[in-house]
C-alpha cells in the first residue's frame, strides 16, 4: 500500500508540474464545442485508453477545467511521461510521450539468490517484463534488493541499475550485483555480569564467533532478529534464577570500515537475587480454588523463577479454557521486600465471559486439503470453547507427520462480546520421496529400481508406496496404499499386495529361488483418542524353486510343509500414541501389539509382537527415548514354527553395530535363519548438534542397544544370549524422509558375530 501511494504522489507531482507548465498555452481557453479529437505520440498504448480516460467526447463543450482534469486522469494511468493538449480551431489533439516498455529484467552476480524468485518480487512491486518503466520504482527495488542482502551479512554489497533503451521504445533493466564476502562476527561480549561467566552466557546464543558446522548453521552472520532473541534467552536465564530485576542496559553493533567483520556488546545490570516468600490467590475461580492451587508451581523458599510464574498462569488459562472461559484473565502482582530480597506473589483472576467458537481456519496448507486437518479437530465451529480439545486437536495435527511446525492462535471476533475464531497455523513439510536407479553388474546384468513412497499424496492425507526393482537377485513388485479416514468416522484401510523373487548372486554359487506372493487387508477402528484396534487378513503364497546349493533351512522348510506352501492369516492388533509428536517426539509414550493367527492353508502358526516406546524429556534441549520389543511365535496344530515368520535382529532398528539382521541361529550353510522370539532394548539420549542451536532437525544422540532372537529353548547367557553395543548418531530430518547414521562399539559379542560399526538408514527412529 505504501509503495502505491508513493507512485501516486509521484504521478499527482508530475501532472501538477505538468499543468502549471501548460496552463496558458492549453487551458486559457475559450470553451468550444469539439469538433474532433485526434492523438498523436502513440507507439504501444491503443488510442482507445486515451480515449476511455477523457472527460468529455466529440460534440460536448470543452473548458480549461476539462483539459485540467484530462491531463490528470491521462498522467493517472502511469502510462506517459508527459502529456499536453493543444486546441487547433475547434479540434483538440491530445500530445503524449509514452513511457519506455519493460523488455527484460536481468540479474547479474546473484549467487545468494535465485534469479526467478528475484524477478517474482519485482513483479510484485510493478516492474516486469511489459510494463511500463518508472525509474523511482527501479530505484526503490535496488535499495530493497541491498537490504535484502544486508539482511544476510553481507554489508559490501553493490548494485548498479542499467537501463539499456533498445527498439520500439523499449528498454531492458539489468540489476549488476558485487555481493562480496560475508560479513562475521568476530566478537560478542557480555558487560555487568557478575553472577555467571561470561562464557557461561554466550553459550546460550545462538549467535557465536564460528565454529567447525558455521558453514551449515550460519551462526556468525550477524541477524537483528536472531540478536532479539538472543537477548530474550538471556533475559530468561536470569529471570528464571531469581533475578527479578535483571534487564539489559544498552546493545551496541560495530561493524569495521572493510565492513568484513562485526562487534557486538550487551551491557547488563543483574540485580539482586530474590527468594519467593508466598504465593496468593485472589478474585473469582469459579469455586475451585483448591484445583487451581494445585496447578501453582511457584515455590515458596526457592529462587525466583519467571518460567515457573509463566507456566502458573498459563496452567490456569488453560484450565479456565476447559470450563468456556476463553477471555480469562490471569494477572501477577509481586510484592518486593527489597530489604529482605523477597518476593510474594498474587495471582488475580478474572474470568470474564464464556465463549463458543464461531469458525475455524486453516492457514499455511498449500498442498494439503483442509479436510485433512480439520476432520484432526475435536474443537468443533459453533459449540463452546474447550481448551482441552483445543489442544488435543493441535496434537493430532502435529501427530500426522505432515508439517514441521504447528500452532494454534485465538482471536475475538470483533463486535461480538462471546465468541472466538481459531486458527491453525501450519508449515508443510516434503512427504513424498522419489527414487529412480539403474545399475549393472556381472551378477545382476542390467537392473533398473523406482520407488515412490508419499505419506500425503496429492494433499489428501492418504499414503501410497510403490517398490520395483528389477535386480536378477532381489526382483519385486510393492504396492502399498492407507487411507487414515476410508470411512467419515476415521476408519482406516491398509492394503498391501506384493510379488517378489530372490535369489543368490552369480558369485555365492547356486541357482535356487524363493518366491513369495500375498496381498493383505487391514482395517483400524479408534476406540479413544489415542486407542486403535486392528483387524484383517490376507493370503500369502511361499515357492521354493530348487537347485544347486539350496540352503539346509530352505530344504527342511520343503521336506516339512512342502517346495511349494500358503497361509491365510488372520490379524489382530492394537496401538495407542500420547507422543506430542510423530516427527520428533520429545514426550509422551506409543504402544502397539499385533498378532497374526495362520487359520487356514498349509502353514498353522500363531505370532505376537509387543512394542513399547517411552520419551522422556529433561528440559527443552535433551529427551531420553526408550524402546522395548518383544516377538514370540509358535506352530499350531503339530507342525513346527514355520522359518519364514521368524523374526530377525542386528542393525539399525534392533543392534546397531552388528550387520543387519545378521543376529540368531544359522544353518549349516552359515545362513542367518532367525528365531521364533526376540527381545529388543534401546536407550537413546538425544541433544541438538553442535553448533545447530535448537534445530529439530537435526539431532546428535548416544545410545545403548541390547537384544537378539532366540530358539524356542534358550538361555540368555549363552552363546545365543543378548548382544550389546553402544555409540553415537545423527539423525536427520532430511526432504527424503528421517535419515539416521550410527556408530556403534559392540560391547557384549561372539567371535562368530558379524560386526558392522557404521550404518546409515532412512525411515522410522527405532
Known amino acids: 500500500m505504501q509503495k502505491q501511494f508513493n507512485r501516486f504522489k509521484i504521478r499527482a507531482v508530475s501532472a501538477i508540474a505538468a499543468g502549471l507548465f501548460l496552463v496558458n498555452s492549453a487551458w486559457a481557453v475559450d470553451p468550444f464545442t469539439v469538433r474532433d479529437i485526434r492523438v498523436e505520440g502513440l507507439q504501444r498504448v491503443e488510442p482507445g485508453t486515451i480515449f476511455a480516460s477523457l472527460p468529455f467526447r466529440v460534440g460536448e463543450t470543452y473548458n480549461d477545467d476539462k483539459g485540467s482534469t484530462a491531463i490528470r486522469a491521462l498522467f493517472g494511468l502511469g502510462l506517459f511521461k508527459d502529456v499536453r493538449l493543444e486546441v487547433s480551431g475547434d479540434v483538440l489533439v491530445v500530445i503524449v510521450e509514452e513511457r519506455p516498455t519493460v523488455a527484460d529484467v536481468d540479474f547479474v552476480g546473484t549467487k545468494e539468490f535465485d534469479k526467478e524468485a528475484l524477478k517474482k518480487a519485482l513483479r510484485e512491486v510493478g516492474i516486469a517484463d511489459g510494463q511500463p518503466f518508472d525509474k523511482a520504482l527501479a530505484d526503490k527495488a535496488e535499495q530493497e534488493l541491498k537490504r535484502q542482502y544486508i539482511n544476510k551479512s553481507l554489508y559490501g554489497v553493490e548494485v548498479i541499475t542499467t537501463v539499456t533503451p533498445i527498439e520500439r521504445n523499449r528498454v531492458n533493466l539489468t540489476f549488476s550485483v558485487v555481493e562480496g564476502d560475508v560479513a562475521k562476527i568476530k566478537e560478542i561480549h557480555i558487560t555487568g555480569n557478575k553472577a555467571f561467566s561470561e562464557s557461561t552466557l554466550l553459550n546460550l546464543f545462538d549467535l557465536d564467533t564460528g565454529g567447525w558446522l558455521s558453514w551449515y548453521t550460519k551462526s556468525?552472520?550477524?541477524?537483528?532478529?536472531?540478536?532479539?532473541?538472543?537477548?530474550?534467552?538471556?533475559?530468561?536465564?536470569?529471570?528464571?534464577?531469581?533475578?527479578?530485576?535483571?534487564?539489559?542496559?544498552s546493545t551496541q553493533v560495530a561493524i569495521s570500515p572493510d565492513k568484513q567483520s562485526i562487534a557486538i556488546t550487551l551491557n547488563v545490570t543483574e540485580g539482586e537475587r530474590f527468594i519467593v516468600s508466598g504465593v496468593k490467590l485472589e478474585g473469582n475461580y469459579l469455586g475451585k480454588e483448591e484445583e487451581f492451587k494445585s496447578l501453582v508451581t511457584i515455590k515458596p523458599g526457592e529462587a525466583y523463577n519467571a518460567d515457573a510464574v509463566a507456566e502458573t498462569t498459563k496452567a490456569f488459562s488453560d484450565y479456565f479454557g476447559t470450563f468456556g472461559f476463553a477471555f480469562a484473565k490471569v494477572e501477577v502482582t509481586p510484592e518486593i521486600d527489597r530489604a529482605n530480597n523477597r518476593v510474594a506473589f498474587v495471582l488475580q483472576a478474572e474470568p470474564s465471559r464464556r465463549a463458543y467458537v464461531r469458525r475455524i481456519n486453516v492457514a499455511g496448507n498449500n498442498r494439503t486439503r483442509d479436510e485433512v486437518v480439520r476432520r484432526e479437530f475435536r474443537q468443533f465451529e459453533s459449540s463452546w470453547y474447550d481448551g482441552d480439545k483445543i489442544r488435543l486437536s493441535r496434537d493430532r495435527v502435529d501427530r500426522l507427520g505432515f508439517f514441521n511446525e504447528v500452532s494454534m492462535d485465538t482471536q475475538e471476533v470483533t463486535g461480538t462480546a462471546d465468541q472466538v475464531d481459531v486458527t491453525v497455523n501450519v508449515v508443510e513439510k516434503p512427504t513424498g520421496n522419489l527414487q529412480l536407479g539403474a545399475?549393472?553388474?556381472?551378477?545382476?546384468?542390467?537392473?533398473?529400481?523406482?520407488?515412490?513412497?508419499?505419506?500425503?499424496?496429492?494433499?489428501?492425507?492418504?499414503y501410497l508406496g510403490i517398490d520395483v526393482n528389477t535386480s536378477k537377485s532381489n526382483r519385486q513388485l510393492v504396492l502399498s496404499t492407507i487411507d487414515p479416514y476410508f470411512t467419515a468416522d476415521g476408519i482406516s484401510r491398509s492394503i498391501d499386495v506384493y510379488d517378489r523373487t530372490s535369489s543368490p548372486l552369480t558369485g555365492q554359487g547356486g541357482d535356487y529361488k524363493l518366491k513369495t506372493r500375498g496381498a493383505s487387508i487391514r482395517f483400524g477402528v479408534p476406540f479413544t483418542e489415542t486407542d486403535t484396534v486392528y483387524f484383517g487378513s490376507g493370503y500369502e503364497r511361499l515357492t521354493i524353486v530348487p537347485g544347486t546349493l539350496l540352503p539346509v533351512s530352505y530344504l527342511d522348510y520343503a521336506n516339512q510343509f512342502g517346495y511349494t506352501s500358503s497361509s491365510i492369516p488372520l490379524t489382530v492388533g492394537w496401538s495407542r500414541d500420547t507422543r506430542d509428536s510423530a516427527?520428533?517426539?520429545?514426550?509422551?509414550?506409543?504402544?502397539?501389539?499385533?498378532?497374526?493367527?495362520?487359520?487356514?492353508?498349509?502353514?498353522?502358526?500363531?505370532?505376537?509382537?509387543?512394542?513399547?516406546?517411552?520419551?522422556?524429556?529433561?528440559?527443552?534441549?535433551?529427551?531420553?527415548?526408550?524402546?522395548?520389543?518383544?516377538?514370540?511365535?509358535?506352530?499350531?496344530?503339530?507342525?513346527?514354527?514355520?522359518?519364514?515368520k521368524n523374526y530377525y535382529s542386528g542393525g539399525l532398528g534392533s543392534v546397531r553395530g552388528f550387520e543387519q539382521s545378521s543376529l540368531g541361529p544359522r544353518d549349516t550353510s552359515d545362513l542367518a535363519t532367525g528365531a521364533p522370539k526376540k527381545l529388543t532394548l534401546n536407550a537413546e539420549l538425544v541433544a541438538p548438534?553442535?553448533?545447530?542451536?535448537?534445530?529439530?532437525?537435526?539431532?546428535?544422540?548416544?545410545?545403548?542397544?541390547?537384544?537378539?532372537?532366540?530358539?524356542?529353548?534358550?538361555?540368555?547367557?549363552?552363546?545365543?544370549?543378548?548382544?550389546?553395543?553402544?555409540?553415537?548418531?545423527?539423525?536427520?530430518?532430511?526432504?527424503?524422509?528421517?535419515?539416521?547414521?550410527?556408530?556403534?562399539?559392540?560391547?557384549?559379542?561372539?567371535?562368530?558375530?558379524?560386526?558392522?560399526?557404521?550404518?546409515?538408514?532412512?525411515?522410522?527412529?527405532?
Open 220 to 249: 556468525d552472520r550477524y541477524s537483528r532478529a536472531k540478536l532479539n532473541a538472543d537477548i530474550e534467552t538471556l533475559r530468561s536465564y536470569y529471570l528464571s534464577r531469581g533475578y527479578l530485576e535483571f534487564k539489559i542496559d
Open 439 to 462: 545399475g549393472y553388474s556381472s551378477a545382476d546384468s542390467v537392473s533398473l529400481m523406482f520407488g515412490i513412497k508419499q505419506e500425503n499424496v496429492f494433499g489428501s492425507g492418504n
Open 583 to 644: 516427527l520428533v517426539p520429545t514426550s509422551g509414550r506409543y504402544q502397539r501389539v499385533y498378532g497374526d493367527w495362520g487359520v487356514a492353508g498349509d502353514i498353522k502358526f500363531v505370532r505376537v509382537n509387543y512394542q513399547i516406546q517411552q520419551y522422556i524429556p529433561l528440559n527443552k534441549q535433551f529427551t531420553i527415548a526408550l524402546n522395548g520389543e518383544l516377538g514370540w511365535g509358535k506352530g499350531l496344530s503339530g507342525q513346527p514354527y514355520p522359518l519364514f
Open 689 to 766: 548438534f553442535p553448533g545447530a542451536g535448537n534445530d529439530r532437525t537435526l539431532r546428535i544422540y548416544g545410545f545403548v542397544d541390547a537384544g537378539n532372537v532366540f530358539k524356542e529353548s534358550y538361555k540368555l547367557n549363552g552363546p545365543d544370549g543378548l548382544r550389546v553395543s553402544t555409540g553415537l548418531g545423527i539423525s536427520w530430518i532430511s526432504p527424503v524422509g528421517p535419515l539416521r547414521i550410527a556408530y556403534a562399539v559392540p560391547i557384549r559379542k561372539q567371535s562368530t558375530d558379524r560386526i558392522e560399526r557404521l550404518q546409515f538408514q532412512i525411515g522410522t527412529s527405532f
